[in-house]
């Protein structure tokens, strides 16, 4: 097990130390407390803490190691500084993240046994003849952060005084016990990566199945196994119907533990796959319905009528079809009782979240209204993911994308897609629009 305080450096520590945005600290306990009083007893010493921890980083000057920085720190700053999402960790330089043999083969490379002991590969990683880190087994750090911050917010805001008073409140190394397929990748030396951190790692991912035909994915740290309580035991009545093979693929992919953007992608081709059925559709049962007129037409009208459809067909933009789709698959009252079911979450998609202000609100003053804004969000984060700036103008930029963000969109997008596979699959169109479609649809 590598000793994360052997690549940690003291001066990088105090410099990310100096980084911590006080109101952060306030914002995640706040969104974590519900009790007010409890909220109220806690938040008057949240700024102070960070405050003292940044001056006794100042102060201690080179009388400061890793293990007396250690003491300063409490439960609450591991969650808000140190932890990434949950499959990363960060202190000053040093980055440690999840990852997982992807596949048998890489498994059996990884892992073997001697004499009925384990042994686990390591990997090292070099930038231009430099080591800047390695995979393997996780660190010291890895367990003391995780350990600590997988307790439930009751317990850490319910073991007595010792997170609001002056006295240290270092938590024990590796209490939890963490599942031995867990390898991580460790970088010591981000200033000679030339990239992000978390850019450097997916080429990390790739290189390793190019050149080493190693096969790892990510994956997110799971809670502790809890062996109170009784599994689930419930059924499930499953209506067979003949829906589309390849959005179900992309619907289903998301369910896995991929990046957020990934997932919101998978969700959203689920959807875009109907784009062009919808547009067909809709020029068809236009072209029905000028010859229905009874009117005999001249060839040279006919060949007119042609060149128009083919033109609307041409200028159909990809938010066009996304209405289209998302028009017929949803009504009202769907999205509605969707929004109603969960307080909180009407309130994330109809007011403007403080960190998000560019973020198109849910308009529920008209089927028409609500239409609009739905499109507008759906498109705005699917062009700002792709950062397709350069490629369509007629779109909200969010500029604070982040992964957050994308985890609390993830139940918006999962919902209209499973409505768009529910409407829109060849299976469940009435005849006469079947009839309307090119047989490729």
Not at 362 to 387: G, H, M, P, Q, W
Request: proline residues 3%.
């Amino acid at each position: 097990m590598i000793r994360a305080e052997n690549h940690i450096e003291l001066e990088a520590v105090r410099n990310w130390t100096q980084t911590w945005d006080e109101s952060q600290y306030i914002e995640y306990f706040e969104s974590q407390i519900s009790d007010r009083q409890k909220r109220l007893k806690v938040r008057s010493s949240m700024e102070e803490n960070i405050v003292k921890i940044k001056k006794l980083c100042r102060d201690l000057g080179e009388e400061l190691t890793f293990y007396s920085y250690l003491q300063f720190l409490n439960r609450i700053i591991f969650n808000c500084y140190f932890k990434k999402d949950n499959s990363a960790l960060q202190i000053a330089n040093f980055y440690e993240e999840i990852i997982l043999p992807a596949d048998q083969e890489t498994r059996l490379k990884l892992f073997a046994y001697d004499g009925g002991k384990r042994e686990v590969g390591i990997l090292d990683v070099t930038v231009d003849g430099q080591i800047v880190g390695q995979l393997g087994e996780q660190s010291d750090m890895f367990h003391l952060v995780y350990d600590a911050c997988f307790l439930t917010e009751d317990e850490l805001f319910d073991e007595g005084n010792a997170v609001i008073t002056e006295k240290p409140n270092h938590p024990s190394f590796s209490v939890t016990s963490v599942d031995d397929d867990y390898l991580t990748l460790k970088i010591w030396k981000p200033e000679a990566l030339k990239v992000p951190v978390h850019q450097f790692v997916d080429q990390f991912l790739y290189n390793c199945t190019t050149r080493l035909n190693l096969n790892f994915k990510r994956t997110l740290f799971d809670l502790p196994f809890e062996k109170k309580g009784k599994p689930l035991q419930t059924h499930l009545s499953v209506e067979p119907k003949p829906l589309d093979g390849l959005p179900l693929l992309y619907f289903n992919s998301a369910a896995h533990n991929l990046a957020p953007r990934i997932r919101y992608l998978a969700y959203y081709n689920a959807i875009a796959h109907f784009h062009k059925r919808a547009t067909h559709l809709v020029i068809r049962q236009k072209m029905q319905n000028m010859f229905a007129t009874g009117n005999s037409m001249s060839s040279q009208d006919l060949k007119k009528m042609s060149r128009s459809i083919n033109t609307l067909k041409e200028t159909f933009s990809e938010k066009e079809a996304l209405e289209l789709v998302l028009r017929r698959a949803l009504d009202m009252e769907d999205i509605t009782q969707w929004l109603n079911a969960d307080p909180l979450r009407k309130e994330w998609y109809s007011m403007h979240p403080e960190r998000y202000r560019e973020i198109p609100v849910l308009n529920l003053t008209s089927e028409k209204e609500l239409l609009r804004t739905l499109v507008e969000r759906v498109y705005a984060l699917k062009c700002s993911i792709e950062d397709a700036r350069d490629e369509h103008d007629n779109f909200i930029w969010i500029a604070r994308l982040d992964d957050a963000l994308l985890r609390k969109e993830m139940h918006l997008i999962r919902f209209l897609a499973a409505q768009a596979i529910e409407c829109w699959s060849l299976g469940v169109l009435a005849d006469e629009e079947l009839k309307l479609l090119p047989r490729a649809q």
